[in-house]
C-alpha cells in the first residue's frame, strides 16, 4: 500500500489513483484534497474539517456525510465539482453527493440541484429541507439513515420539504400535506399502490406517479382549473391502464356522480373516469368540456336534448365505444370529438346538427354515417381515415377541403359544383396506399352517374374539375370519358373498365380492348376477382390471352374467373369439338 502525507493529511493507497483511506491531522481545519477519494463506507470521522477545497486533479469523491460532518464550505478547482455548501458533481446534472451533517436547526437548501445521490443524507439529522421544483433524478436510498426517515409519521406520510419520503401503509387513510403547494416528487422506493386510502389537495401532486385504487381530493374552496380536474379522472398507470378505481371529489366548484365529475350546478361536464362503460348524460347538462372523456374506455354514449356544448376532442381515443346518440340539442359536432374512437362503425347524425368540423371523426371505424337535412357544413377531414366506403350527401351541404377518406368509392348528392368535386379528389398521399379501386369513385351527382378517378394529373386539375361540374350540371352529353385524367395507369385502367360497364363509351372500349392482355392480368395478379370477372364479361379479352390465364387462375384458386374462361373459350370453339375442362 502507498501512503502519501501533504498539509497534515496521509493518503492510503491501494494499487489505483484514488485514495481508498486517509487520516486528517487534528489542527487541520481546510483540507486540500488532491486526490480522489473512494472511502464509501469508513466509520472514521473528522470534525475538525470546516472547509473542504478540491483540487484540479481530483475526479471522483464517494465518503459518507459523517466523515467530515461540520464541513460547511466546499471549493472546487475542478470541473468535475462546484464550489458550496454541499459536495455537488457535474454528470449530466448536477448531483447532489454530501449535505454533510448541517446542525438540526438549519435549512438545506437544493436550489440549482437536479439529481440527488445514494445515501446523499445518511448520518444528517438536520429535517429542514427548502421546498425545491428542481429534481428530477433521485437515488432509491437517498434518505436512508436520516433524520429524515427517522420522524414519525404525520397522515401517514414522512416528507423532505416537497418530497414524499416514505408512506405508512397500515393507515387507513394517507393525508398528503399538499394545501399550499403540490408535491414535486416521490421517492422511488415508495410504493403508492399500496396505501389504502390516499387524500390529495393539488391536482398536481404525484405526477408520473402509479396511483392507489382509492383517491379522495380534497379541493375545499380554492378554485381549481378544469384541465387540472381532468389529469386526476385520467390518470394512468405505467402500462397505460386507468389505476384510480374510486376518486373522490370534495370541493365548492365541482362534484363527483358515477365516475363523471361535473361542475357544483350540474350544469357541464368536465371529466370522466377513465374505467367508464355505458354512459348516459343527465338531461340539464348544457357542455361537455374539452377532452372530457378523452382515453375512457366506454362502450355506449347517449347525450341529452338540453346539450348544446359538445367540445373539442371530447371523446377523442375512446377505442371502445361502439354506440352514440348525440340527442337533439348539439348543432355542431367539433374538431376531433370522435377521432380515433376506432370501435364506432356507424352513427346518425341529427337534423339540427349543422356543421361536422375537421378531424371529428377521422381515424374511427366509420363505415356506415346517415346524414340529415339540417347539415350545412362537412369541413376538411371530418372523416379522414375511416373505411367508409359509400355516403349520401343531403341537399345544400357544403364541403370544405377534403373531408373523406380513400376507402370512399361511392358518393351520392343532389346536385354538383366545383366545390364538391373538388371535395372527392384524392390526396397524394393515397398513391401510397394499397388497394386498387379506392381510387375510383362512382359519383351520383344531380340524376348522372359517372366514375371519377380520385387522383388527378397536376397539370389536368382545373380542367378535369371544370369538366365534371360541366357533365353534371347540364343536361348533354349522357356520359364522359374521366379516365383520361387519372394519375396512374391503375387508376385509368380501372376508370374507363367501371366507364364503359356504366355508359358503354365507345373511347374506354378501344383502350381497354389495347390494352385487355396487360389489364387482366394486373387484376388476376392483385387478386381482384369482382373487377376481372367484369372485365371478362366485355368480351374484350382476346382467346389466346384467355387460354395463358388458364393455368395462373388454377394456381391461385380463382373458381370464378377460371370459370369465365372457359365459358367464353368453349363457346367459341364449339365447332370445333375442342372442349376445356
Given at each position: 500500500?502507498?501512503?502519501?502525507?501533504?498539509?497534515?493529511?496521509?493518503?492510503?493507497?491501494?494499487?489505483?489513483?484514488?485514495?481508498?483511506?486517509?487520516?486528517?491531522?487534528?489542527?487541520?481545519?481546510?483540507?486540500?484534497?488532491?486526490?480522489?477519494?473512494?472511502?464509501?463506507?469508513?466509520?472514521?470521522?473528522?470534525?475538525?474539517?470546516?472547509?473542504?477545497?478540491?483540487?484540479?486533479?481530483?475526479?471522483?469523491?464517494?465518503?459518507?456525510?459523517?466523515?467530515?460532518?461540520?464541513?460547511?464550505?466546499?471549493?472546487?478547482?475542478?470541473?468535475?465539482?462546484?464550489?458550496?455548501?454541499?459536495?455537488?458533481?457535474?454528470?449530466?446534472?448536477?448531483?447532489?453527493?454530501?449535505?454533510?451533517?448541517?446542525?438540526?436547526?438549519?435549512?438545506?437548501?437544493?436550489?440549482?440541484?437536479?439529481?440527488?445521490?445514494?445515501?446523499?443524507?445518511?448520518?444528517?439529522?438536520?429535517?429542514?429541507?427548502?421546498?425545491?421544483?428542481?429534481?428530477?433524478?433521485?437515488?432509491?436510498?437517498?434518505?436512508?439513515d436520516s433524520g429524515f426517515l427517522k420522524q414519525p409519521f404525520k397522515n401517514g406520510v414522512k416528507m423532505a420539504g416537497s418530497i414524499l419520503v416514505d408512506v405508512d401503509y397500515d393507515a387507513d387513510e394517507?393525508?398528503?400535506?399538499?394545501?399550499?403547494?403540490?408535491?414535486?416528487?416521490?421517492?422511488?422506493?415508495?410504493?403508492?399502490?399500496?396505501?389504502?386510502?390516499?387524500?390529495?389537495?393539488?391536482?398536481?401532486?404525484?405526477?408520473?406517479?402509479?396511483?392507489?385504487?382509492?383517491?379522495?381530493?380534497?379541493?375545499?374552496?380554492?378554485?381549481?382549473?378544469?384541465?387540472?380536474?381532468?389529469?386526476?379522472?385520467?390518470?394512468?398507470?405505467?402500462?397505460?391502464?386507468?389505476?384510480?378505481?374510486?376518486?373522490?371529489?370534495?370541493?365548492?366548484?365541482?362534484?363527483?356522480?358515477?365516475?363523471?365529475?361535473?361542475?357544483?350546478?350540474?350544469?357541464?361536464?368536465?371529466?370522466?373516469?377513465?374505467?367508464?362503460?355505458?354512459?348516459?348524460?343527465?338531461?340539464?347538462?348544457?357542455?361537455?368540456?374539452?377532452?372530457?372523456?378523452?382515453?375512457?374506455?366506454?362502450?355506449?354514449?347517449?347525450?341529452?336534448?338540453?346539450?348544446?356544448?359538445?367540445?373539442?376532442?371530447?371523446?377523442?381515443?375512446?377505442?371502445?365505444?361502439?354506440?352514440?346518440?348525440?340527442?337533439?340539442?348539439?348543432?355542431?359536432?367539433?374538431?376531433?370529438?370522435?377521432?380515433?374512437?376506432?370501435?364506432?362503425?356507424?352513427?346518425?347524425?341529427?337534423?339540427?346538427?349543422?356543421?361536422?368540423?375537421?378531424?371529428?371523426?377521422?381515424?374511427?371505424?366509420?363505415?356506415?354515417?346517415?346524414?340529415?337535412?339540417?347539415?350545412?357544413?362537412?369541413?376538411?377531414?371530418?372523416?379522414?381515415?375511416?373505411?367508409?366506403?359509400?355516403?349520401?350527401?343531403?341537399?345544400?351541404?357544403?364541403?370544405?377541403?377534403?373531408?373523406?377518406?380513400?376507402?370512399?368509392?361511392?358518393?351520392?348528392?343532389?346536385?354538383?359544383?366545383?366545390?364538391?368535386?373538388?371535395?372527392?379528389?384524392?390526396?397524394?398521399?393515397?398513391?401510397?396506399?394499397?388497394?386498387?379501386?379506392?381510387?375510383?369513385?362512382?359519383?351520383?351527382?344531380?340524376?348522372?352517374?359517372?366514375?371519377?378517378?380520385?387522383?388527378?394529373?397536376?397539370?389536368?386539375?382545373?380542367?378535369?374539375?371544370?369538366?365534371?361540374?360541366?357533365?353534371?350540371?347540364?343536361?348533354?352529353?349522357?356520359?364522359?370519358?374521366?379516365?383520361?385524367?387519372?394519375?396512374?395507369?391503375?387508376?385509368?385502367?380501372?376508370?374507363?373498365?367501371?366507364?364503359?360497364?356504366?355508359?358503354?363509351?365507345?373511347?374506354?372500349?378501344?383502350?381497354?380492348?389495347?390494352?385487355?392482355?396487360?389489364?387482366?392480368?394486373?387484376?388476376?395478379?392483385?387478386?381482384?376477382?369482382?373487377?376481372?370477372?367484369k372485365f371478362l364479361k366485355t368480351g374484350l379479352v382476346s382467346k389466346i390471352t384467355l387460354k395463358k390465364l388458364l393455368t395462373t387462375t388454377e394456381e391461385k384458386s380463382m373458381v370464378s374467373i377460371k370459370?369465365?374462361?372457359?365459358?367464353?373459350?368453349?363457346?367459341?370453339?364449339?365447332?370445333?369439338?375442342?372442349?376445356?375442362?
Amino acid at each position: 500500500m502507498d501512503i502519501k502525507e501533504e498539509n497534515g493529511v496521509k493518503y492510503f493507497f491501494d494499487n489505483g489513483e484514488a485514495a481508498t483511506d486517509i487520516e486528517v491531522a487534528p489542527e487541520v481545519e481546510e483540507l486540500m484534497l488532491k486526490y480522489s477519494l473512494q472511502m464509501p463506507k469508513s466509520k472514521k470521522s473528522f470534525p475538525n474539517v470546516k472547509k473542504l477545497i478540491i483540487e484540479k486533479d481530483v475526479w471522483d469523491i464517494k465518503i459518507p456525510n459523517t466523515l467530515f460532518p461540520n464541513v460547511r464550505e466546499v471549493v472546487s478547482h475542478t470541473e468535475t465539482f462546484l464550489s458550496g455548501k454541499y459536495l455537488l458533481k457535474r454528470d449530466g446534472f448536477t448531483y447532489l453527493k454530501n449535505v454533510f451533517c448541517p446542525d438540526k436547526d438549519d435549512t438545506i437548501v437544493l436550489s440549482q440541484i437536479y439529481a440527488i445521490d445514494a445515501r446523499a443524507f445518511a448520518g444528517c439529522e438536520c429535517v429542514n429541507l427548502e421546498r425545491t421544483e428542481n429534481i428530477i433524478i433521485m437515488s432509491c436510498c437517498a434518505f436512508d439513515d436520516s433524520g429524515f426517515l427517522k420522524q414519525p409519521f404525520k397522515n401517514g406520510v414522512k416528507m423532505a420539504g416537497s418530497i414524499l419520503v416514505d408512506v405508512d401503509y397500515d393507515a387507513d387513510e394517507v393525508i398528503l400535506p399538499d394545501e399550499e403547494n403540490a408535491i414535486v416528487k416521490v421517492a422511488d422506493n415508495v410504493d403508492l399502490t399500496k396505501i389504502k386510502k390516499l387524500v390529495i389537495h393539488n391536482a398536481e401532486s404525484l405526477k408520473r406517479q402509479n396511483w392507489p385504487k382509492n383517491v379522495v381530493f380534497n379541493a375545499g374552496d380554492k378554485h381549481v382549473y378544469c384541465q387540472l380536474i381532468q389529469s386526476l379522472a385520467h390518470h394512468k398507470d405505467i402500462f397505460g391502464y386507468a389505476d384510480v378505481e374510486n376518486l373522490e371529489i370534495q370541493s365548492s366548484e365541482y362534484t363527483i356522480i358515477d365516475g363523471i365529475i361535473y361542475t357544483s350546478d350540474l350544469k357541464t361536464v368536465i371529466a370522466g373516469c377513465l374505467n367508464l362503460d355505458k354512459v348516459v348524460i343527465p338531461e340539464g347538462v348544457t357542455i361537455i368540456e374539452r377532452e372530457a372523456f378523452k382515453d375512457c374506455m366506454l362502450t355506449s354514449l347517449r347525450l341529452p336534448d338540453s346539450l348544446t356544448t359538445l367540445s373539442r376532442a371530447a371523446f377523442m381515443d375512446c377505442e371502445r365505444l361502439r354506440t352514440v346518440e348525440l340527442g337533439s340539442g348539439v348543432n355542431r359536432i367539433c374538431r376531433d370529438v370522435f377521432m380515433a374512437c376506432k370501435s364506432l362503425e356507424a352513427i346518425i347524425i341529427p337534423p339540427q346538427v349543422e356543421g361536422i368540423e375537421d378531424y371529428a371523426f377521422s381515424c374511427s371505424g366509420l363505415k356506415s354515417v346517415e346524414l340529415n337535412s339540417g347539415l350545412r357544413h362537412i369541413e376538411n377531414n371530418a372523416f379522414f381515415g375511416t373505411p367508409m366506403t359509400d355516403i349520401v350527401l343531403p341537399e345544400g351541404v357544403q364541403l370544405s377541403g377534403r373531408p373523406f377518406g380513400a376507402d370512399l368509392t361511392h358518393i351520392t348528392a343532389v346536385s354538383a359544383d366545383e366545390n364538391l368535386i373538388s371535395a372527392v379528389m384524392e390526396r397524394p398521399v393515397a398513391l401510397y396506399q394499397k388497394g386498387n379501386r379506392a381510387f375510383v369513385l362512382k359519383a351520383d351527382f344531380a340524376g348522372k352517374t359517372a366514375y371519377l378517378p380520385k387522383l388527378i394529373k397536376s397539370n389536368q386539375k382545373e380542367d378535369f374539375i371544370v369538366k365534371a361540374t360541366q357533365f353534371f350540371c347540364s343536361a348533354q352529353p349522357e356520359h364522359c370519358d374521366f379516365w383520361q385524367f387519372a394519375y396512374s395507369t391503375k387508376c385509368q385502367e380501372n376508370t374507363a373498365l367501371l366507364e364503359y360497364l356504366n355508359s358503354g363509351s365507345e373511347d374506354a372500349k378501344k383502350y381497354l380492348k389495347k390494352n385487355s392482355c396487360r389489364i387482366i392480368a394486373r387484376l388476376i395478379g392483385e387478386g381482384d376477382e369482382e373487377l376481372a370477372v367484369k372485365f371478362l364479361k366485355t368480351g374484350l379479352v382476346s382467346k389466346i390471352t384467355l387460354k395463358k390465364l388458364l393455368t395462373t387462375t388454377e394456381e391461385k384458386s380463382m373458381v370464378s374467373i377460371k370459370s369465365y374462361i372457359l365459358e367464353q373459350l368453349n363457346s367459341s370453339d364449339t365447332s370445333k369439338e375442342n372442349f376445356y375442362i
